[in-house]
């Protein structure tokens, strides 16, 4: 793993370790079509000893895990490498050049695999036979598993794996991965293999041109004659289903009410979690002041990283209840239909179905919004929904609009007695937020994402129960991801924004906060501020909001020596006497714009594989956010509207 | 209906055009997004760059194949269609480079 920066504090190692008292890396790669089950057997050969990454330079997650292998006669470490889903092995996309590259021994850091298993679904075999082809043509100790073998059972398909076994000159073994049936024999063939036993026997029946896909489909179908194979009866309760969940009137009434679950679970359900955990970060954080005498190192630890992390901390439930319900939809095949009723609108916006469900969540918040586009397969949409999804009206600005609307915007009622003039503002922001997405987004699909009219294609996956492991698989692993950002990266900067404005000491005490180094930077950058209404201490405020939005309602109280809340109303009176109402009303547009957040950079760095697309959307976003704050206060100030 | 008993047909010339400009589509010609739902038709050629139906075929939509629209979306696009033992969503656009043989030819039903 050269490229990997996340794991190292991870358990496995995934280089040609070196041989460790006679021990061998034994490399096995995990290759099928997409929805074939791949990552529900890789789950079951390798449980929680795995790890998420992406393959370097690419937006392809690369899945890494070791195998569970038990047996005493067993000697050497089996690593398990899950490749993205993919129908053939032309490069035609990023998927499949990393397939083609990792297979052929190329991909840096990526040791060739020693062994393959070929995992195809056989209530399709027709079809996913093709793979077979270019893959039993590397000549590598391939296992041919048939997944899903309980739906072929009980919808009244057959294959004789025997005669299938011969015809291809591989094992096959028939799985069922999602109830763990069969899978002892895809433990033997890596025993078989990692011992150096298996040998390779020529196919019976030759391989085709692999570049002609009719051939190839043609040879697949005879293969599948040769092994008298059934296919299974359509699936009936599939069929059932969609003539509910794709019914012209009651579809998009089920797809509104699961969306409005989602958001409101996200944003309300997930209240009581997270201020629990506010409460217990916050008292364990006292409980430390207690017992440390005072110190600089004492602030540093509880004032910085304690509260500072915990502040990250804190959107864990969230994340978790986010990925809950994706896992749910996605697992159950429901995920695909509503991706096919969101299509039409979202591609109006040069968008498609499948963006919807992140760009909802990112209301909530960004980062696990960012996380979930990993459901889009088309790199292009996925990219162009991850640029967007941060001008999504984030929970994180929320404390923000408060504080400034509240000081700022009288609650003269606007349309009638409930709605006022500053939920009107409030509704102004959502709206704000929303058309600078999608004008991106249109900028974006008829600029540098532009797509050589990359067709939109969905495959509809019969319905499914989710299983409770697949989905806590999920979980833990998504809490992995977010909880090392949280001590990697989002460390350094508040230890950072913590030195600024806690040093020069003076006397052995910290300086007040307009001569320390964050108020030094405030002055500093006062003049390219001031045409956007704003004075040195907003600066300061903008510099620590760079950790999270909601950090400047706590900088901006500490400035002005008021309480740090939202609705602290001496933190009011106090900004109404410093700042003009251009000033105010261009902030809250910055913040609506304003790429403030360095949990969302990471999570993009990490999402696109470096830091180019971080860089281009923060200059992006921050220069928007300047432009529109400036043109703003010019406008307020030149009294148009009063 | 697609595939009674596991039957997949196939045609082994196929007719990928790499212009899509070169052969015009001929007046009468059905394509993929005028059959009704249910409706079956037999896939004749792909009239989209090499690449796209390239990747169309990967799914099934192979000449000779029996295609058959099932549910769409409110609005009437994407729609669903059976092909190849799976249901694949395409759009309109896509759908209707996707050009029919002119007669269903009961031999391949």
Redesign the interface.
Known sequence: MSECHDCDGCAVAVAPTPAHKGARTHVVAIIGPPNSGKSTLFNRLTGLRQKVANFPGVTVEQRVGKAKMNGASNHHDVVLVDLPGV??L?P?SEDEQVTRDVLAGNMPGVPKPDALLLILDC??L??HL?LAAPILSLKLPTLVILNMADDLKSRG?HVDTAELATELGSPVALISAAKGQGVEKVFQFMEGTSAGTTSLAPPRMELPVLQD???C??WA?DI?TGAA???PAPPIWTRRL??VF?H?IA??LIFLIVVAGVFQTIFTGAKPLMDGLQALIQTSGQWIEHILPPSIFRSLLVDGIWSGVGAVIVFLPQILLLFLFIGILEDSGYL?RAA??A??TM?KFGLQ?KSFIPLISAYACAVPAIMATRTIENKRDRLATILIAPFMTCSARLPVYTLIIAAFIADRPLLGRLFGMQAGALLGLYVLGFVAAIATARLLKSSILKS?????????PPYRWPTLRSLSLRLIDRSKIFLRRAGTVILLVIVVLWVLENLPVKNGQPPEIEHSFAGMIGHAVEPAIKPLGFNWKIGIGLISSIAARETIVGTLGTIYGKEGTSESEGLRQALRSDLSPGGAVALLVFFAFAMQCMSTIAVVRRETGGWKWPAIQFAYMTFLAYICALITNQIVRSGIFT | ML?P??R?W?????SVNSEPSAVPIAPGARTLAQLREGEAGVLDRLD??E??A???????F???HIIVP??????G??R?YRV????????R??ASRLILRASNDPSVL
């Open positions: 129908y053939s032309n035609r209530t399709n027709g079809r093709v398909g896909i009719p051939r489909r043609q179908h599948g194979y059934r296919a969609d003539s794709l012209p579809g998009p695909a096919l009723i299509d039409r591609s179905g050589e009219r990359v067709p939109f294609v969905l495959e509809m | 595939c008993g596991g997949y196939l045609m082994l010339q196929m989209l760059p690449d796209i390239r990747r169309l075929m990967e799914l099934g192979l000449p000779g099932a549910r769409s979306a409110p609005g696009e994407p669903v190849d033992g799976s249901e694949v969503a395409l759009r656009e896509t």
